[in-house]
Structure formats: C-alpha cells, structure tokens
C-alpha cells in the first residue's frame, strides 16, 4: 500500500492512531491561514485531524489528483454553511509511504475566513 493509498484510507475510516502513524517524526503543515510552517508530528496530526472533523463530512470529494514519484496534488469540493469550498492538498511522502510535508490551499476568500473560525474552535476544543 502506497503512502497515498494510505492517506486514502485515513480519509474513508477517520482512524486517528492510522493518521498518527502516517506521519513522519518531522512531518510540516502548512495551512491557508497560519503564516509559518507547523513542524512535528504532534502539531501536524492536531492540524489534521482538526480538519478532518471540519471539512471531512458527507458533501467533502476529492475531484482531481496528480501524482508524483514522492507525492500528490489532491483537489477536493465541500459545502460547509451554504459556502462551497475547493482547495488543494499537496502531500509529500518519504520512501516508507509516510507524510513528511502537507500543505492545503483554499478558496474562495469567504470560505478561507470560515474555515479559520471553524479550526480555531476545533483546535481549541483538543487543548
């Protein structure tokens, strides 16, 4: 099973320890809305999960994907309060399948503020 397939996986079962051990130790999240890389593990998998919970429910899709020999460009649609939502995932992914980078582009503008409100809350909520 390649890395993405794994990511795949993650993403139909919602298994948090499978996601935790996707993760490379020094894995970096990069988010539309925090201006510096988080780095680690810890903080990546809190970044993650947090979104998964905002953005991963029945109307979320991939529509598009792109491969690489170390990684992949997911798009992905989802309407979250009457706002429809379309962004990217860009996963990097080391020789044993793990994720070392993921950065998540999003738009439009109105559902970037909405999001940041919804993973402040969902992050807090972890605390």
């Given at each position: 099973m390649?890395?993405?397939?794994?990511?795949?996986?993650?993403?139909t079962s919602h298994d948090t320890k499978a996601l935790w051990e996707?993760?490379?130790?020094d894995a970096v999240f990069e988010s539309p809305v925090v201006h510096t890389p988080q780095r680690g593990r810890d903080?990546?998998?809190?970044?993650?999960?947090s979104?998964?919970?905002?953005?991963?429910?029945p109307g979320f899709t991939y529509v598009g994907e792109w491969r690489s020999?170390?990684?992949?460009?997911?798009?992905?649609?989802?309407?979250?309060?009457?706002?429809?939502?379309?962004?990217?995932?860009?996963?990097?992914?080391?020789?044993?399948?793990?994720?070392?980078?993921?950065?998540?582009?999003?738009?439009?503008?109105?559902?970037?503020n909405m999001l940041h409100r919804l993973m402040a809350e969902q992050l807090a909520a972890q605390s």
């Amino acid at each position: 099973m390649t890395g993405l397939d794994s990511w795949y996986a993650y993403m139909t079962s919602h298994d948090t320890k499978a996601l935790w051990e996707l993760l490379h130790p020094d894995a970096v999240f990069e988010s539309p809305v925090v201006h510096t890389p988080q780095r680690g593990r810890d903080i990546t998998f809190k970044y993650l999960a947090s979104a998964e919970k905002v953005l991963g429910g029945p109307g979320f899709t991939y529509v598009g994907e792109w491969r690489s020999d170390s990684g992949a460009v997911l798009e992905f649609k989802t309407m979250i309060d009457g706002i429809e939502i379309n962004g990217v995932d860009i996963i990097t992914f080391d020789r044993e399948g793990r994720i070392t980078h993921f950065k998540v582009m999003v738009r439009p503008l109105k559902a970037i503020n909405m999001l940041h409100r919804l993973m402040a809350e969902q992050l807090a909520a972890q605390s």
